[in-house]
């Protein structure tokens, strides 16, 4: 079972301001860009199948 990306990350900063450690000014974390990049590229790989997909009948009829 895998834990989401976005939770281990709370998870991080929990663990981070229950040591007292101080946390970033910018509250930007590697595994939340990590995890943004990944749905990025996953909405482009399924806007490109879509188009694809609509072309093909197309393709195939000539």
Known sequence: MMI???ALALR???LQAS???????YPIN???VLDASEL???RVV????L???ERF???SGK
């Open 46 to 49: 399924a806007v490109g199948w």
């Open 30 to 32: 590697l595994v939340e």
């Open 51 to 53: 188009r694809a997909c």
């Open 19 to 25: 040591r007292g450690e101080p946390l970033a000014a």
């Open 12 to 14: 991080e900063r929990a």
């Open 40 to 42: 990025s590229f996953r």
């Open 57 to 59: 009948p197309r393709l």
């Open 4 to 6: 989401p990306l976005d």
